[in-house]
């Protein structure tokens, strides 16, 4: 959750009434997230506007990615290719991440060597591994307490006095012209950096309260500091792996170099050592560049391969003949998917890759049968254009939603119609999204429900950013039809829908929008 402190609302309403398209703000932050008024000031807290509930309730991640088939803004501002005319609601449920695909065991755990000894990505590293060595922790930290061996700062003053001391403040650094150093550790660009021992000791202060910290883990930890981890996400990779940090430093900098290298970005470093903090161990040469090879031949381009690592890192940990193939061919010869369309499908959803994909799909495809009558083809084109389809829980995501397009009057054949045409309506959340867009499209829009048969794209389309302001701009016109809307208007690009329905420039309709947006802003918050 991000906060946005506004001073005050006068100068909100100076800043949004000009016309000019470059000032223009996106406000739909401000309409279905928190405001908090206090002495003259508010802030505005957003929000993702997730439905947890859409994935079962075992099957969730603190680390977790969401992932969409619609980008984000931020990948909206790196993929050029995208439609810039299609606008998709922002209260779409996404996914909770891949970590719950750690349980499953239709991928084989691939094997790496370390230290001359050949070992199992996996093993060891689930809730069982996490609490032995909790325990083991634990017992060692009493132990060293009841023998003595744990000893203070202040406690190592008073022993050895000012000579004590003066060793502490020394440690094993050297001075240079500019600032003390330390061996071993590196700074951000990669330059080596020497600092006092002491001060290492200080800055992993808590890191060394909570487990058993070794010395000749401090070059790996200084490094990995640079891509912004902290002592609490030490200590949680220390629970998920904690052979990761026993990783020498230069090993673990040319493994993370490679994957900057196919287009992971700095800043999700970071998500994915706390999600996978095995990716340390895996050599460049016998695992990362196979599995970014295998991708690449999905017919995934270059571009996309970073994100696809982001998004599914535990896919390193899969063997590539015998776990990630085996799915590919099942997702061909079983479900039916084009191998043509197989990078396309990875790219909406990379964690198709290393799930029980046979399971998913079969448990699914019964469903979809069995309560619509869907056949086959069309529970194919389903997984095509939305993927994430095979992860969500059918008792919490795919029931629910198909239960409340039956309560507004649609019969199964018109759902299969909509979920077919755009699947997505299964991720989007009902109070927030489905039945708000409902009830405006039944009282202000004098529509029948049959029309979302028509036009299924509206429940895609935002109501406070492209509903309301189009309809009520046209109104304003006195342009809008007294019948039923013409959904039709909703879908172009607000270029096309100024020059082909209102007739106006797109700068006066733009600042109808943003007048509009502040004044639903005011009324929502007055209350």
């Known amino acids: ?105 239709f991928a084989q755990p691939h094997e790496y060597v370390f230290n001359g000894k050949k070992i199992k990505s996996h093993k060891g590293s689930g809730k069982e591994g996490n609490r032995r060595l909790q325990e083991q922790r634990k017992g060692s930290k009493a132990l060293k307490s009841r ?57 992993y202060q808590r890191l060394s309260d909570e487990i058993d910290l070794d010395e000749k883990w401090f070059p790996l930890l200084d490094y990995l500091s640079t891509f912004g981890l902290k002592d609490t996400h030490f200590i949680q990779m220390y629970e998920r792996h904690m052979p990761s940090l026993q990783i020498n430093v230069c090993s673990a900098q040319e493994r993370l170099d490679y994957l900057l290298s196919v287009g992971v970005k700095q800043r999700d470093v970071r998500r994915i050592l706390l999600r996978q903090p095995q990716i ?86 019964m469903f979809l049968s069995k309560e619509l009558g869907a056949p086959r083809d069309s529970i194919v084109k389903m997984v095509k254009k939305h993927p994430q389809l095979l992860h969500y829980s059918i008792d919490d995501g795919l029931l629910p939603r198909i239960n409340f397009l039956r309560s507004i009057g649609m019969r199964n054949s018109d759902i299969l119609k909509v979920l077919t045409s755009l699947t997505q309506v299964l991720s989007l959340s009902l109070e927030d999204n489905l039945k708000p867009k409902y009830l405006y499209l039944i009282n202000e829009l004098n529509n029948e429900v049959h029309s979302l048969t028509k036009y299924p794209m509206y429940l895609s389309l935002s109501l406070d950013q492209r509903i309301r302001p189009r309809h009520r701009f046209l109104v304003s016109l006195k342009k809008a039809p007294k019948g039923p809307f013409p959904l039709g208007s909703l879908v172009p690009s607000d270029e096309c829908f100024c020059q082909q329905w209102a007739g106006t420039s797109l700068d006066k309709y733009l600042a109808f929008r943003q007048g509009l947006l502040l004044k639903e802003f005011a009324k929502k918050y007055e209350k």
């Open 280 to 365: 340390l161990e895996y050599t460049v040469e016998n695992n990362l560049k196979s599995h970014v090879a295998f991708l690449m031949s999905l017919g995934i381009p270059s571009s996309r391969i970073g994100q696809i690592i982001a998004c599914a890192p535990s896919l390193f940990s899969y063997s590539v003949e015998n776990s990630l193939k085996p799915t590919v061919r099942y997702l061909i010869e079983e479900v039916g998917i084009n191998e043509h369309d197989l990078g396309k499908v990875v790219q909406l959803s990379p964690q198709i890759l290393v799930q029980r994909i046979d399971i998913s799909w079969n448990t699914r495809y």
């Open 1 to 105: 959750m991000a906060a946005l402190s506004l001073h005050n609302f006068n100068h909100l309403v100076s800043i949004l009434s000009s016309p000019s398209s470059s000032s223009f703000w996106n406000l739909s932050f401000a309409f279905n997230n928190e405001v908090r008024f206090k002495k003259g000031k508010f802030l505005v807290f957003l929000s993702t506007h997730s439905n947890p509930k859409i994935l079962k309730s075992n099957k969730k991640s603190r680390f977790g990615q969401r992932i969409t088939p619609y980008d984000t803004d931020e990948e909206e501002e790196e993929d050029e290719d995208e439609d810039e005319d299609e606008e998709f609601d922002d209260n779409d449920d996404g996914m909770a991440g891949d970590d719950w695909l750690m349980n499953d065991d």
């Open 147 to 203: 023998q003595g061996l744990i000893i203070s700062e202040d406690q190592m003053d008073v022993r050895h006095g000012n000579d004590g001391l003066k060793r502490k403040s020394e440690g094993n650094s050297y001075h240079t012209s500019t600032k003390s150093k330390e061996a071993g550790s590196f700074d951000v660009d990669g330059g080596r950096m020497l600092v006092s021992k002491t001060s290492r000791e200080n800055r």
